[in-house]
C-alpha cells in the first residue's frame, strides 16, 4: 500500500524557515510530478508547488521567490524549504504524488501543520 510520510512542520515565527519533507514508500513506482498543497482554516486547498520528473517547477504566486521545491529520485521523497515564512503561509502542507505512469495514480500525505507567528 502507497504510502506517504510527511515530516518537518511546526511553529515559527514570521521571517523563519523550515524544510518539509515527503518520502514515498510501499510499491509506488513511475513517479511523475510531485508537490505540495496547503490548506487554511476555512479555505479551500489551494497548490504550493510542484516538481516534475524532470525537474521543471511551478509555484504559487504568494510563494516564488521564498519557497523551493526540490526532489530525491532515488529516495523517492520530495522537500519544501520555506524561508521568509509569514502568517499567512500558516496551513496544513498536504504532500502529493502523481505516479504509475499512463495509469496516473494519485496520492495524497496526511498533512503536516505549519504555524506561523506574527
Known amino acids: 500500500q502507497v504510502q506517504l510520510v510527511e515530516s518537518g512542520g511546526g511553529l515559527v515565527q514570521a521571517g523563519g524557515s523550515l524544510r518539509l519533507s515527503c518520502a514515498a514508500s510501499?510499491?509506488?513506482?513511475?513517479?511523475?510530478?510531485m508537490g505540495w498543497y496547503r490548506q487554511a482554516p476555512g479555505k479551500q486547498r489551494e497548490l504550493v508547488a510542484v516538481i516534475t520528473s524532470g525537474g521543471s517547477t511551478n509555484y504559487a504566486d504568494s510563494v516564488k521567490g521564498r519557497f523551493t521545491i526540490s526532489r530525491d529520485n532515488a529516495k523517492n521523497t520530495v522537500y519544501l524549504q520555506m524561508n521568509g515564512l509569514k502568517p499567512e503561509d500558516t496551513a496544513v502542507y498536504y504532500c502529493h504524488v502523481g505516479w504509475g505512469g499512463v495509469r496516473d495514480f494519485h496520492s495524497w500525505g496526511r498533512g503536516t501543520q505549519v504555524t506561523v507567528s506574527s
Open positions: 510501499g510499491g509506488i513506482f513511475s513517479i511523475n510530478t
